[in-house]
């Protein structure tokens, strides 16, 4: 297991299902936790509510588990109140962007000293599966049973576009490149605003002719284009293939940030 | 150092299947004590972590162990030293 000094062993196995992409992620964060050199006593985890919200169960460090939305709220909260401390949310994709959608803007705007790793599964995981708003157009839910008919919110563009100062998309195959986003966002002051698009099996593959876990994370890792490839398609007037997605870093600045110690 | 998978934490879902570059992980076929069906190690000697991460004193590659959900993959120090023949396919 990667870092053995963050995990909560005795919680373990988790709770998250066979495939469940939440584990690969959480697995990231804390090799990134490593690399960073934080200690125990100074790094808090925080998330509201979902299965993606129950990662900081997991992990032996000091943690809040708050309210469906909230996440970002408290962990303002914590930062101002201590800023010596390392903040890292973790969130999902309704957490965040239905329920949460102002505080994930406003902790953007204020560009508050923290990281936030959201686990975008584009679904509601755990009440059964009813639609997010990131779920893709045409994508069968239990509360779009014909096919989700509304766009969907592209998380990554809206932090970007809200003021955070780092802004990475990965998914859940890309390990490697997943780890090193997050350490990068740790890195810079500022919001750092990491999107984890992840595989759910249970509620969202077996609706999506997506049944298996391999089938779910080769449409992950086929569907990944890089920005810097985007923006080549784009430059020569090409067209960007159906239900491709950018991943890499969007955006790395300095705007003026809150929280942070000086 | 020798690859393990923990059995009492592995839920068989075989994404190390999917990622390991020399095939090391296998589709398990029996049921274990806890009803999963966890992967089987083909030849494990062969990967590049057990033969080279003491001698490098760090971990290569590591695919298998950063992806798998579960936290069910490790490597153990052998001993006493088991010598293998390890033979490897480029
Ligand atoms: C105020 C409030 N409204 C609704 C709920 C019910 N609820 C629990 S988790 C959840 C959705 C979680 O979705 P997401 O954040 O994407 O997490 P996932 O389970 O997919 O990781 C909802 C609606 C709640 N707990 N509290
Ligand atoms: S319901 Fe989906 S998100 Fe929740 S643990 Fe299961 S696979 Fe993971
Ligand atoms: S570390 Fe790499 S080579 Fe070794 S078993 Fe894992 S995926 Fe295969
Ligand atoms: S990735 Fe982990 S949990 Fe999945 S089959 Fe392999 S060892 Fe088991
Ligand atoms: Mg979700």
Redesign the pocket.
């Known amino acids: 297991m990667i870092a053995p000094d963050w995990f909560r062993e005795d919680r373990l196995p988790h709770i998250y299902c066979t495939g469940c992409g939440?584990g690969t992620i959480i697995n990231c964060t804390l090799a990134a936790v490593e690399e960073m050199g934080w200690k125990r006593d100074e790094t808090v985890f925080v998330s509201?509510?979902?299965?993606?919200?129950?990662a900081p169960g997991y992990i032996l460090t000091d943690s809040l588990h708050t309210?469906?939305?909230r996440a970002l709220a408290f962990a303002t909260g914590v930062k101002m109140a201590r800023p010596d401390l390392h903040v890292v949310v973790f969130?999902?994709?309704?957490?965040?962007?239905?329920?949460?959608g102002n505080h994930f803007i406003h902790a953007c705007r204020r560009n508050v000293d923290m990281t936030v790793i959201c686990?975008?599964?584009?679904?509601?995981?755990?009440?059964g599966g009813?639609g997010?708003p990131?779920t893709p157009p045409g994508a069968i839910s239990s509360t779009t049973p014909y096919g989700a008919s509304e766009p969907a919110f592209d998380l990554a563009e809206l932090a970007v576009a809200a003021g955070a100062n780092y802004v990475a998309r990965w998914t859940s195959y890309h390990v490697k490149e997943l780890t090193k986003a997050v350490a990068a966002g740790m890195q810079t002051p500022g919001l750092s605003f990491i999107e984890a698009r992840t595989q759910?099996p249970t509620?969202y593959g077996r609706h999506n002719k997506l049944r298996s876990v391999s089938a779910m994370i080769e449409h992950l890792r086929s569907h990944a284009i890089l920005v810097a490839k985007r923006d080549r398609l784009v430059a020569e007037g090409k067209p960007i293939p159906e239900g491709a997605f950018t991943v890499g870093e969007l955006v790395r600045r300095n705007r003026p940030a809150m929280g942070v110690q000086r | 150092m020798k690859l393990v998978i923990d059995e009492s934490r592995c839920k068989g879902c075989n994404l190390c299947v999917l990622v390991c570059p020399y095939g090391i992980f296998r589709e398990g076929t029996e049921l274990n004590s806890r009803g999963i069906v966890a992967p089987v190690l083909d030849r494990p000697e062969r990967c590049t972590n057990c033969r080279l991460q003491a001698l490098y004193g760090r971990m290569l590659c590591g695919v298998c162990h950063m992806i798998c959900p579960d936290q069910a993959i490790s490597w153990v120090e052998e001993k006493p030293f088991e010598p293998h023949k390890v033979e490897v396919e480029f």
């Open positions: 939440n509201g509510i979902g299965c993606s919200s129950r309210t469906h939305g969130t999902g994709d309704g957490d965040l962007a239905a329920i949460g686990m975008n599964n584009h679904i509601y995981g755990m009440t009813q997010s990131t759910c509620n």
